[in-house]
């Protein structure tokens, strides 16, 4: 089992381009969620999905949009890139069935924007 | 939303044990976990607490005091691996986690 897996490891982009960050888990978790971890600011949420078929605006959603049209799959899309959307960005998953409820992460993706 | 404030950084030496504290205001609790996470590796889960109190998991536990707003994590027998920075992160009613910055811990021999 992988978990969750995030492609590409790393890129360098030029500013104006347009990105798609993937993400996929084999967990059947219901509730996925993107965010970026920036030096000092820790994780700041930018959008998250509770199911399929539904998304919600996180902390920091400017410039970014997302869709989730099967359980596995949460690809992030940064429509014109820009310089200040240089950042670490992981996806995380969690089994919104009660309890913990436990975000589990996945190893990231290293974005720098020219 | 959550404002949560936890030190920038820590030093300790190996065997010995070391305090994280963290102090976080909101709007709507609902838990508070704590992660470890290595430079350049995602964050992994350690611990969750949402009654007052210790849960303790190893050498590591971690306190809860809802009525302060305040939690902390202790890490007992530091080893050389402990080396890591480690976040707080707040859970609302929304089951959305606001995280802080995190503490570095340097583990030195």
């Known amino acids: 089992i992988a978990g969750i897996t995030q492609a590409p490891t790393s890129q360098i982009l030029a500013a104006g381009r347009r990105m798609t960050l993937r993400c996929t888990q084999d967990m059947r978790h219901n509730a996925m969620y993107w965010y970026r971890q920036d030096l000092g600011l820790g994780l700041r949420l930018i959008h998250y999905s509770n199911t399929a078929g539904t998304t919600g605006k996180g902390e920091v959603p400017d410039g970014y949009s997302v869709s989730r049209a099967n359980t596995d799959d949460f690809p992030l899309t940064l429509a014109s890139a820009v310089p200040s959307q240089t950042s670490v960005y992981f996806c995380a998953s969690s089994d919104s069935g009660g309890g913990p409820d436990t975000q589990y992460f996945g190893p990231g993706t290293r974005l720098t924007v020219l | 939303g959550q404002n949560i404030d936890q030190p920038t950084e820590m030093t300790a030496t190996e065997g010995a044990i070391v305090q994280i504290n963290c102090t976080y205001q909101?709007?709507?609790?609902?838990?508070l976990f704590w992660y470890q996470q290595h430079a350049g590796e995602a964050p992994t889960f350690l611990s969750y607490?949402?009654?007052?109190g210790l849960e303790e998991k190893g050498r590591f536990s971690s306190f809860l005091s809802r009525s302060k707003g305040y939690s902390y994590l202790l890490l007992k027998e530091l080893q050389m691996k402990d080396s890591a920075s480690y976040l707080c992160a707040v859970r609302d009613r929304d089951y959305k986690l606001s995280f802080g910055a995190g503490t570095t811990v340097t583990v030195r021999a």
């Open positions: 607490n949402v009654l007052d």
């Open positions: 909101t709007s709507g609790f609902n838990g």
